[in-house]
């Protein structure tokens, strides 16, 4: 198990491949942190929202006196 | 019923679901760093030089666990939409809609580290092949299944026309994995076989394979992370959700 390289330069350039093999797992390392940090950012936007349509349906609720409709019914 | 029969059942409701894929997301994730971590040290740093191809086959390490996602994310896809449609589970609608972005992300990934191994390697970026034109298909399928969910407002019946998409574009996928055998192609048949020996050195099949562990472990934790979300807002109204919703104001 030892490591293949010489020098970190020579991992760099990936024998001429540099571009290649980089633009690869650049892209790929990319994506795959972007899309658990988009999925988080959606995750807490919809909660502040359907936090906010629940506070707004018992407060009119609770004002009107009268009960909820029910939004989907299963 | 009795009792056998509701255990059974016990995670096919979205209520009991929830907090279930909420306790094994931080394993699936840590797996993924961990499979990830080895993985690449074995394909970066450790790996030999292929007598091919030099140091630019390393790509390999990318381009195949995101291909294999690419077509086994559709199977499940298809797999929970046809479930869907044949018993109307409400689970089976939003793991397939969690599921599509994905896919379609590791199609994606396939396509761009396929192009980027083709240019050195063929002299192309892209060629109308087989294995190419089909995997191109994939990705059009998954924006395709993506695109119709969204553009039906009724959720029960977005899932049924995305089911049907999903069916339909099965197909495809045996066309995939068969096409470097079924034509004269450019890409090169698969390096792994289940029937002969890999035709790869040891440290690079298995730097491979740990990279496949790791792109599933990622997929698993990020559907089941954005399948928690769909069923938020598709059963919003429903008490369990209001349990949720409060117990997040705590935290």
Same mark, same amino acid.
Request: hydrophobic share 55%; no cysteine; proline share 5%.
């Given at each position: ?74 | ?89 409400? !689970?089976? #609608? $939003?793991?397939?809609? =969690? &599921? *599509? ?5 590791? +199609? ?96 690079? !099949?298995? #730097? $491979?394979?740990?990279? =496949? &562990? *790791? ?5 698993? +934790? ?30």
């Amino acid at each position: 198990m030892n490591i293949h390289w010489q020098s970190f330069s020579d991992f760099l350039a990936m024998g001429g491949y540099g571009l290649y093999v980089w633009g690869s797992f650049g892209v790929t390392a990319l994506i795959l942190a972007l899309e658990p940090m988009l999925a988080v950012r959606r995750r807490n936007q919809l909660i502040a929202r359907l936090k906010r349509q629940l506070r707004a349906e018992t407060k009119s609720a609770g004002e009107r006196r009268t009960p909820p409709t029910p939004n989907h019914p299963q | 019923m009795n009792n056998r029969l509701i255990n059974w059942f016990k995670y096919a409701s979205p209520q009991s679901f929830y907090p279930l894929a909420g306790k094994l997301i931080p394993w699936f994730a840590a797996a993924a760093v961990v499979f990830g971590a080895a993985g690449l040290w074995l394909g970066l740093a450790v790996a030999p030089t292929d007598f091919q191809q030099g140091e630019g086959y390393r790509i390999i390490f990318v381009h195949v666990p995101a291909s294999w996602m690419s077509m086994f994310i559709y199977l499940v896809m298809a797999f929970w939409a046809g479930l869907g449609l044949a018993y109307n589970t409400r !689970l089976s #609608g $939003m793991m397939a809609q =969690a &599921l *599509a972005p994905t896919g379609a992300l590791m +199609a994606f990934l396939s396509l761009w580290t396929g192009a980027l191994w083709g240019k050195p390697m063929w002299g192309t970026w892209w060629v109308w092949d087989a294995r190419l034109t089909s995997e191109l298909i994939l990705l059009f399928l998954y924006i395709g299944f993506i695109a119709l969910q969204a553009s039906i407002d009724d959720p029960r019946r977005a899932d049924k026309a995305g089911a049907v998409l999903a069916l339909v574009g099965v197909v495809n996928i045996p066309i995939i994995y068969f096409s470097v055998k079924w034509w004269n192609t450019l890409h090169q048949g698969s390096s792994v076989s289940l029937t002969k020996s890999p035709s790869m050195a040891a440290l690079m !099949l298995w #730097g $491979m394979l740990l990279m =496949a &562990l *790791a792109f599933w472990m990622y997929s698993i +934790a990020v559907a089941l992370y954005r399948v928690r979300g769909i069923m938020l807002e598709r059963e919003r109204g429903s008490e369990w959700v209001k349990g949720v919703l409060q117990a997040e104001g705590t935290k």
